[in-house]
Structures are given as C-alpha cells and as structure tokens.
C-alpha cells in the first residue's frame, strides 16, 4: 500500500517546512486554534477560517441574521480570525460588514475579499465598495478572482498595498484546470496569498501545487474543503475510522478538515456555515499537529480516499 503523504512527509522534513509547522511542545489550549505563519510576514492565522459563499447571502432583516450573528461570534471565541467573501458572492459582503459591526469583533477579524471584474477603474470602483460595504477602511487580504484581468489588478493591488488600504495581495481559484497557471504566477513570488481548491474529494493540488506554494513562500487558503459538501452524503451512516481518535478527531467534518491543514504548506481552509451547532464543532480541532507525523493518516489507505475522490470507484475500507 503506496502511503498518500508521502511528498508531505518530505515536505515536512526540509527546513522550511519546520518554520511552518508548529512545535509539538507548544500546542494550544483547548479554546485556542493552531496558527500557521503567513511567510512574506511571519504573522500568523488560525488555520480554519470561514467562508461566505451562500451561507452569508442573506436578505436583510432576514431570519438567518441572528443566527449568523451567533456563528460569528462562536468564530472568534473559538480562536479564528479569518473571514473569505467576495463580490460575486452576493450580499456576502454586506452581511459580513453588518455582523462584524453588530458584534464590534471587526478588529478580531481578517477580512479578506476580491476583485472579480475588467479594467483599472471598474476594479477600483469594485474594490471600493468592497471597503463600503464591509464598513472598514482596510482590507486586510485583496484577490484577483479567478484571475480575471490579473495583470490590471495587479498594478492597483500594489498601489493599495503601499498605501496601506491593503495588507495583503493574492490570486484564486476555485478548479484543478487552473493549477498550471497558478503555479507559474506563483514561481514569480509577487504574491503573498493562493487560494484554490483542495479536499478529500479533490486532491490535484497534492501533486505539484502546494509545494511550489511552499517553495515561493507563499501563504495557501484552501476554498471547497468540505467539495461542497459533496463529502458527507457519502460518509452519511457511517462512523469514523477508530484509529481517527488518535489524533482527537469526533466528526467527519473534523476528519475532512484535519486531512487539509495537515499539509505544513497551508496556512488556512475556510468551510462555510451558517449554523451554531455546526460551527462550534469545527475548531475543536485540538492537537492538529499530530496528524502530520501519526503514522495512520501519513499511510491512509488508497482505497479509503478512493471512496472520497470523484473519478474513483474504490469502496471504502
């Protein structure tokens, strides 16, 4: 049986990867969320985020207000800090702007949001409204969207980087069709964050991608963890593997999640939730470390992830 980690074990293994991975002698306290370095900065996330696609697209004066509200605040107290939107995402947005400052946790938070339109001064407008609408008057992490008029973006980006409107500039994308180009923009270091897609579901980025991201020093936050929710219809009836609780794992959601940030070159995945109860769940995530060197999840069985992935018909074991 061929071990699945193996280019992470190798990864872990070189020098940088050690920077990236915190030490086993310090893990964190109950309430507290396992933090990964930015390395343009050495400022450090929590490795789980959340993300806005649908789940804050919302009315307002809707009924799912108060409890997003909820969810937000359960998000800080859990230790995270990092809040992924968009303009394409409707009023994801607004919503994210109104809660942050219905709760006062905006200065707890990590905005980051993107650019997604053609042309220097439509990009400024959009971005602009972006500052409106999530009522800051910085954006802590600003992305070119699916690439989309990079080069443009990209000039404007660096302006706002310098005068402090930004914190941090990056590049996304949401499919595997991308990752060739994603990597060659990357190998150029002009970036500080990556977003793409990766999960048990969809594992391309394991090839090749996540280590250029390492080696270009490079911040990675994975979109799709959960393959939009494709996952847990087919894990629905059954329990976790015993040997999950070694490495203090209760749900799948936790298993799904785990399997992501224990390669050492991501930084941050960021599920979507709109639910309280589904939220707390996900930052108990305590000792993460430790599935980067238990021996069960650097040796998963092919056949096991061959239940997960989307072009194998390998049943589960």
């Not at 915190?22 to 933090?35: F, G, T």
């Not at 996304?172 to 990556?194: C, I, M, N, P, Q």
Request: aromatic share 8%; hydrophobic share 45%; net charge positive.
């Amino acid at each position: 049986m061929q071990p699945v980690r193996r280019t992470l074990l190798k990864l872990a293994g070189s020098a940088s990867a050690l920077m990236t991975l915190p030490s086993l002698s310090a893990q964190p306290a109950a309430s507290q969320l396992l933090k990964r370095v930015i390395p343009k900065s050495g400022e450090r996330l929590p490795v789980i985020g959340l993300g806005t696609y649908i789940v804050l697209d919302v009315a307002p004066n809707a009924p799912e207000l108060a409890e997003l509200k909820e969810v937000l605040t359960t998000f800080v107290a859990g230790g995270a800090s990092v809040v992924d939107s968009s303009p394409m995402y409707g009023r994801a947005e607004a919503v994210t702007g109104d809660l942050a400052a219905a709760t006062g946790l905006r200065d707890s938070l990590f905005l980051a949001t993107k650019v997604w339109t053609s042309g220097r001064e439509a990009g400024i407008r959009q971005m602009q409204d972006s500052l409106r609408l999530m009522r800051t008057r910085r954006i802590d992490l600003m992305q070119v969207h699916n690439l989309l008029d990079l080069a443009t973006h990209l000039k404007t980006l660096r302006e706002w980087k310098e005068a402090g409107t930004i914190r941090y500039l990056g590049i996304t994308h949401y499919h595997s069709g991308a990752y060739r180009d994603l990597e060659k923009l990357l190998k150029t270091r002009d970036y500080d964050f990556v977003q793409f897609n990766y999960s048990m579901a969809e594992r391309e980025a394991e090839q090749r991608l996540l280590a250029v991201a390492a080696e270009s020093g490079t911040a990675v936050i994975i979109n799709r963890p959960f393959a939009q929710g494709e996952l847990f219809p087919k894990v629905k009836g059954r329990e976790l593997p015993a040997w999950a609780a070694d490495f203090d794992c209760d749900s799948w959601a936790q298993f799904f999640l785990k399997y992501i940030i224990a390669h050492p070159a991501v930084t941050c995945a960021i599920p979507g939730t709109g639910k309280v109860r589904q939220t707390f769940p996900l930052f108990m995530v305590k000792p993460l470390e430790l599935i980067c060197v238990h021996p069960r999840v650097s040796a998963v069985p092919s056949c096991f992830l061959g239940h997960f992935q989307k072009t194998n018909t390998c049943a589960a074991t």
